[in-house]
């Protein structure tokens, strides 16, 4: 029986079992023979879906089935309408132009749990977090748009693969599917 299980990515940690220098999966993630579906940069947090399915995981991780995934991106500034434009439209990063994309500002900061170490504070600089969702995943992608609309990315946390959310899970805390997660991931796209 396939086991998928649903993790929120710490800061700092790399998203595989073995290699490099400090944290990995396995420090987190004692379950047998599950891969991560997608990665996440050591310097980004969030949501992280590991299985053994291999058709799942083809499925999320090929471009060409546009599979939505969303982050919540603090950024240095405050964009205007014309930058979230941009953002929605496709910039050009790495000589390639990105797919449209969903990007709001949100009106409030989330409610997350404080990062270790924290973001660097500079009282002349406003920051402001966006909710982006992109349909294609990229090396760094959502770091590159934010640069190319002229707001660096300061954190950045992935909040949904499709319809799971990170919900109320701690950094480096992991749980199985609920059974309506499990069908919700599992359906084909409308």
């Known amino acids: 029986m396939p086991r998928y299980l649903i993790f929120n990515k710490p800061y700092n940690v790399l998203s595989q079992f073995s290699g490099g220098a400090g944290a990995t999966l396995k420090n987190y993630i004692s379950t047998p023979?599950?891969?991560?579906v997608g990665r996440l940069d050591r310097d980004s947090e969030g949501l992280m879906l590991l299985t053994d399915d291999g058709w799942l995981q083809h499925r999320l991780s090929n471009p060409r089935f546009e599979h939505p995934r969303t982050y919540w991106v603090q950024v240095e500034g405050i964009p205007d309408a014309a930058a979230l434009e941009k953002?929605?439209?496709g910039v050009v990063i790495q000589n390639l132009l990105t797919r449209p994309a969903n990007a709001r500002l949100l009106g409030q900061d989330p409610q997350l749990p404080?990062?270790?170490p924290p973001i660097r504070f500079r009282k002349s600089?406003?920051?402001a977090w966006i909710e982006i969702t992109l349909t294609e995943g990229r090396n760094r992608q959502v770091r590159r748009m934010m640069a190319a609309a002229?707001?660096?990315a300061l954190r950045l946390v992935r909040v949904g693969i499709g319809p799971l959310?990170?919900?109320?899970?701690t950094p480096g805390e992991s749980r199985k599917l609920t059974p309506a997660e499990f069908d919700a991931i599992r359906a084909p796209r409308r």
Request: zero cysteines.
């Open 125 to 127: 600089i406003p920051t």
């Open 114 to 116: 404080p990062r270790d």
């Open 87 to 89: 953002l929605e439209k």
């Open 165 to 169: 959310r990170l919900g109320k899970l």
């Open 33 to 36: 023979d599950v891969y991560p």
């Open 150 to 152: 002229g707001y660096p």
